[in-house]
């Protein structure tokens, strides 16, 4: 199971469902990753304590497993086609299917051994699942939680080279670069040099970087006094880029190849390729970049 410390209680992970819905977020989502029907009622004392366990559980196992929350008060339907005679009474299914379940509340240990094994039953479709909601929570600013969520998959996948490049990303984004290469330089050897990993890597670079990065509008101002000053120019490159200008740092970086390519052991190229690597390979930045250099090089 993909054990984690925080819990996170805004999320999709965990939602309540009605009768009219009960398809789509159950029978349909369980095709992707296992899910857990829990069938309760504000008035049931212990569905107050299942509940809340129940969703932590769900939590931690960060996107391997779902939730869903049916109000027998209010939805009846399945309820009864699933002959739910006494609540709490858990269903979870797979694939379309229920594959297990219990009634009534039971302890943390067995709480946890339940979400567990429905984890295990999702695979690499599991991980895949809770890999893609580490990197929603790392876009939406949350960069604690996908940490946790992160380092989980990599205790249940050692060699996971996209959970650990984005356990590197989200100290990137904390602010600690040093715990980022941290992260980095203990990969597997067998996974050193995939793609997510080199990819953070440039991340950290550019970020230590930015640490230094001058004023741009300065910058602006030195190199439109001094233009041939290949230096000035660099500077401002990586301020731009310290200030999320991706796009106009790439431009400065393309200036200076076009002015004097061999500057700097070739310094605006590398620069760019740096750039280049710390995105998705499909960035409109990339390809524009990469198109715009190459005609460059070939003119």
């Known amino acids: 199971m993909l054990e984690l410390g925080g819990q996170k209680t805004t999320s999709d992970l965990v939602i309540d469902t009605t009768d009219a819905t009960f398809v789509q977020d159950v029978i349909e989502a369980s095709k992707e990753v296992p899910v857990i029907v829990d069938f309760w009622a504000p008035w049931c004392g212990p569905c107050k304590t299942l509940g809340p366990a129940l969703e932590a559980a769900v939590t931690k196992a960060g996107g391997a497993v779902k939730m869903v929350k049916v109000n027998v008060d209010e939805n009846q339907g399945y309820a009864g086609q699933l002959r739910v005679q006494s609540i709490p009474t858990v269903y979870a299914f797979f694939q379309g299917q229920p594959v297990d379940g219990f009634q009534g509340a039971i302890p943390p240990s067995q709480i946890e051994e339940f979400v567990s094994k429905l984890a295990s039953l999702g695979g690499a479709e599991g991980l895949e699942a809770a890999l893609e909601e580490a990197e929603n929570m790392l876009a939406e600013g949350n960069a604690t939680d996908a940490a946790e969520v992160f380092g ?34 203990g990969v597997p050897v067998s996974i050193s040099k995939a793609a997510p990993i080199e990819a953070a890597f440039a991340q950290i670079a550019l970020a230590r970087q930015a640490e230094k990065a001058g004023p741009v509008d300065d910058l602006r101002a030195a190199v439109a006094a001094d233009p041939d000053n290949m230096q000035l120019r660099m500077d401002l490159a990586q301020a731009l880029h310290a200030a999320g200008q991706v796009a106009e740092a790439v431009d400065e970086l393309l200036e200076i190849f076009r002015l004097d390519r061999e500057w700097n052991d070739g310094a605006a190229k590398a620069q760019m390729f740096q750039i280049f690597d710390a995105l998705k390979p499909n960035d409109p930045i990339v390809l524009n970049g990469r198109r715009r250099l190459s005609s460059m090089i070939f003119a």
Do not use: H, K, P, T
């Open 152 to 185: 989980a998959i990599i205790g249940e996948e050692a060699e996971n080279a996209a959970a650990f490049g984005g356990l590197a990303r989200c100290y990137v984004a904390m602010g600690d670069l040093d715990q980022a290469e941290a992260v980095l330089n």
